[in-house]
């Protein structure tokens, strides 16, 4: 009898030859990165040259750039060899060694899968050592709790991920969530005002949120005053500006708490009185967790690769992003409605796995212009969105901030001259009242919430001169719609 026999054991599985078909497939057609970047992360592959090579082609796709042996070879370690041959070969023999795309999903699974068979032998490793010298804070029943927690945790990433998960295993950890969230005011972001909150529901992090408005709608004025207002309540915000600069948002920020003109503060034209509340703005300033990170032009690899650092660095709980127009689309061989889809897309793989809020703000397109021509309203529909209504799939939450006082502007000197009809009021005439009624609104029209109903639009106020929002309580009629 061997008495070492107990002492062996059989090697643990692996899913290489998946690990090598999935980099393969990849580097044939980059549609293959965005069939599995949802759930499939660099932590899941056992080999860890397989690992940076995943990462490596994630950030050059997400950029807009080719994933292939010859793009590659550049971000490798120099001189690193796989068994017997170079990297340079390595890379090569991967291509080479494609299958096909088709199985991409499939192979991520098998990779996946492995990992968790991986973790689940790790954990209970520990278990059983746990178990045989058990401290004695620690009893049998915490010890079988802190396995089904783990077990948990396993399925959930090894399962929810590929879209397998079990309801019987999510559930209970689901309502145990539910109840701490629930006394944990920190769990979950508020709106700066109340009505936001209450078409809109709490802004939640893993979420990605969609905000439009059309050009000078105000969407820019309203993010700086929301990351102001929860940086104010101990949350950690950034503000990634791409369309203005870092100190052009940090005087609007200033000018909406302060309550002095935008304007007054450009020219230094300042009273002694506001003087002293901008100085009392800088001073408050200076330890608030609020971020202003400006950009040129930049992808999503930009966004990404800096999100993750301030994360690292800072953590954070929300992100702003100004605007989704202004961020080179990844793919540019691509149709525009796949690219429009894989920027959203990517983001939303970002808000999941940093666990941060994303606010994307959306540029209304003039599509409602031909609406009004035609005799339809001029309030936003979701179609009327960059990438259109289609990015919805993407948004767990979708809104319009909605004012309609420039859009009337801009129409009523377009408007052809016209004979009023004997005790009735031209089109124009109409327009200038409805301008008149106009004055100083806006309303949040929510398109999409993952939780809750959508369809409503609560009424708020605009304040031009400090380019800030307040609470209203009236809603909007349904009748004013535009003309």
């Not at 009523?412 to 409805?434: Q, S």
């Not at 369809?455 to 400090?466: A, L, T, V, W």
Request: hydrophobic residues 40%; proline residues 5%; neutral net charge.
């Amino acid at each position: 009898m061997n008495a070492f026999a107990r002492d062996l054991k059989p090697a643990l599985p692996d899913a290489v030859d998946a690990e090598c078909a999935l980099l393969g497939a990849i580097m044939l057609n980059a549609d293959a990165y965005w069939r599995v970047a949802g759930f499939l992360k660099g932590q899941h592959f056992k080999e860890d040259v397989h690992r940076l090579i995943y990462e490596t082609m994630g950030t050059l796709i997400s950029s807009g750039r080719s994933a292939n042996p010859v793009t590659l070879n550049p971000y490798m370690p120099a001189g690193l060899m796989i068994g017997d041959i170079t990297i340079t070969a390595y890379l090569a023999r991967l291509a080479a060694g494609a299958i096909n795309v088709i199985n991409a999903y499939d192979y991520a699974r098998a990779i996946i899968e492995m990992w968790s068979r991986h973790q689940i032998i790790a954990r209970m490793e520990d278990v059983i050592e746990m178990a045989r010298s058990m401290p004695a804070d620690m009893t049998p029943e915490r010890i079988i709790g802190h396995a089904a927690g783990e077990l948990a945790r396993i399925a959930q990433e090894g399962n929810e991920r590929a879209g397998s998960t079990k309801y019987g295993v999510v559930l209970p950890a689901a309502v145990d969530k539910a109840a701490k969230d629930s006394d944990n005011s920190a769990s979950r972001i508020p709106w700066f005002l109340p009505e936001i909150g209450l078409a809109l529901g709490d802004i939640r992090r893993g979420n990605l949120i969609g905000l439009m408005s059309d050009s000078g709608g105000g969407k820019t004025s309203f993010s700086l005053q929301q990351c102001r207002f929860v940086a104010g309540r101990g949350f950690k915000s950034a503000f990634f500006s791409i369309e203005v600069t870092e100190e052009e948002a940090a005087l609007q920020a200033a000018a909406q708490h302060s309550k002095i003109s935008l304007g007054r503060i450009d020219n230094f034209t300042l009273n002694s009185k506001e003087k002293a509340d901008l100085e009392a703005e800088m001073m408050a300033s200076t330890d608030l967790p609020f971020y202003i990170v400006g950009f040129g032009e930049c992808t999503l690899s930009d966004i990404r690769i800096k999100a993750e650092a301030m994360v690292k660095s800072h953590g954070l709980d929300l992100i702003v992003i100004d605007h989704a127009k202004m961020i080179t689309l990844p793919n540019p061989k691509d149709m525009f409605a796949e690219r429009i889809n894989a920027l959203y897309r990517g983001l939303k793989a970002l808000a999941k796995t940093l666990n941060v809020a994303i606010v994307i703000l959306i540029q209304r397109n003039d599509d409602w212009k031909n609406r009004w021509r035609s005799g339809s309203s001029i309030r936003p529909v979701m179609g009327d969105a960059y990438g259109g209504g289609s990015i919805k799939q993407s948004l767990d939450v979708w809104f319009s901030l909605y004012r309609p006082e420039p859009l009337y502007r801009e129409l009523i000197p377009t408007m052809p001259p016209e004979r009023a009809r004997d005790g009735e009021k031209t089109k124009r005439e109409v327009m200038i009242e409805k301008l008149e009624m106009s004055r100083g609104k806006a309303w949040v029209i929510n398109h999409k919430r993952r939780r809750g109903e959508p369809g409503q639009s609560p009424e708020i106020r605009f304040d031009g001169e400090f380019t800030m929002f307040s609470s209203s309580s009236d809603e909007m009629p349904p009748a004013f719609e535009g003309f």
